[in-house]
């Protein structure tokens, strides 16, 4: 599926030149041109105005406001943004309850920042590419295929050379177009997006951690599968072969026999369930059947509905299966339980020996490692395996939970 610009240049050219990818350009550059020629007037406006109001002694008004304009001009270029990028940013700033506290409270956020450093690029050089831009793929064919009706000259044969050409040269400006819609696209995102919140920097020591973490787990697991082995699992064992035997001396049929039944059938179940502990914290289906079934298994018991799109060239080594199926397990249940999301993904891809996993939802946002959402101890078990976890999470939504892990696919 095309979801950028950039990939639909790279369609084969009857589908591109048929798709709306070229329509969608020309509306994105149209629109920066638009944008940047209403900007630029607000700014000389803010400007004139600022320095009238110093002469007042009070300039201290128009200087903020000129900064926090790159605030304005940042929310319409996100939402123009669909036009060439299916995958819109969020937004990066905070919510302000008291209105009277807004402008104090954006001035302080870097996003805000980077806003106003983005709309004087804009104004000072972006747009002008964009006009220019249009000026070139539109301009030149338009003018060859206008050219009939304002040659002064006696029409003959010749007049029909522009017109083709012009016409020739139309479909072919679509790719220039295009490609500077995809790159100028790419740069509003790489300034608008928001910064993604890399969870193991909230960790001051990230391989102290690693180190503890390691060393607690598997002292932990050795002990309590020594107590259960050697414990509870013989007792279990014992329990089960008294009731059995017990059986032998009742008579067939008889309500005690039956009560004994019953007892032997949990007996052998707890059994069961005391094995499966033994075995580790992961289900058979990881371990028979992988990663993907796994994930699907979790999905559908998910109060939310979990759309999954895993796919992967084989079995992953047990380590990584197993820390994948943890944090997908727990960004699910974070979903359920504080996003109030109407819907989830779970995408997983190797890429370059590496497994990517994402959880994304369109919920309320706002997820914080401190929040008690089990998200520091999800960073700790994905560091284990020198791996890393990332979280951007703004509020309002959407959040996006991903883990990546380095291994060898067998």
């Not at 001009?73 to 036009?83: I, S």
């Not at 018991?301 to 796919?311: F, G, K, W, Y």
């Not at 084989?314 to 397990?329: F, K």
């Not at 560091?383 to 959407?398: E, I, W």
Request: aromatic share 6%; hydrophobic share 50%.
């Amino acid at each position: 599926m095309v979801r950028t610009a950039w990939q639909a240049v790279t369609l084969r050219p009857l589908a591109f030149l048929a798709s709306w990818w070229p329509w969608r350009a020309l509306a994105y550059l149209l629109s920066g041109v638009l944008l940047g020629a209403v900007t630029m007037t607000g700014l000389l406006v803010l400007v004139v105005g600022g320095a009238l109001s110093a002469i007042l002694l009070v300039g201290f008004v128009a200087l903020p406001a000129f900064v926090l304009s790159g605030v304005v001009v940042a929310r319409f270029e996100r939402w123009r943004l669909r036009l060439v990028d299916a995958d819109v940013p969020v937004n990066p700033h905070r919510p302000v309850g008291n209105w009277r506290k807004w402008p104090l409270a954006r001035l302080r956020e870097q996003a805000t920042w980077r806003e106003f450093g983005y709309t004087m690029l804009s104004v000072a050089g972006l747009w002008w590419i964009d006009l220019g831009m249009l000026g070139v793929t539109l301009g030149v064919p338009g003018v060859a295929i206008s050219s009939p009706w304002w040659v002064t000259d006696e029409a003959g044969w010749w007049t029909a050379v522009p017109v083709l050409i012009g016409l020739v040269m139309t479909p072919v400006a679509a790719y220039p177009m295009t490609c500077w819609a995809a790159a100028r696209g790419a740069l509003t995102r790489a300034v608008l997006a928001p910064r993604d919140t890399e969870i193991g920097e909230r960790l001051r020591d990230v391989s102290a951690s690693r180190a503890r973490l390691l060393s607690a787990f598997e002292v932990e697991r050795r002990r309590i599968e020594r107590d259960l082995h050697d414990g509870a699992q013989q007792r279990l064992v014992a329990l089960t072969m008294n009731l059995g035997l017990a059986r032998l001396d009742l008579e067939p049929g008889s309500a005690a026999d039956a009560r004994v039944a019953e007892a032997h059938g949990q007996a052998k179940q707890a059994l069961a369930d005391l094995r499966e502990l033994i075995r580790g914290v992961h289900p058979h289906v990881l371990t028979d059947r992988g990663l993907e079934a796994a994930v699907r298994d979790v999905a559908g018991r998910s109060p939310v509905p979990v759309e999954v799109d895993v796919a992967l060239p084989g079995r992953l080594p047990n380590a990584v299966e197993e820390t994948a199926y943890y944090a997908a397990c727990e960004a699910l249940a974070n979903v359920a339980r504080h996003s109030g999301a109407a819907r989830a993904t779970v995408h997983a891809r190797l890429r370059e020996d590496v497994l990517v996993l994402e959880v994304r939802d369109d919920g309320r946002g706002g997820a914080a490692p401190g929040a008690g959402s089990g998200l520091i101890g999800l960073a700790d078990r994905v560091a284990v395996g020198d791996g890393r976890l990332r979280l951007s999470s703004p509020a309002g939504g959407p959040t996006l939970v991903r883990v990546e892990l380095p291994c060898v696919p067998h």
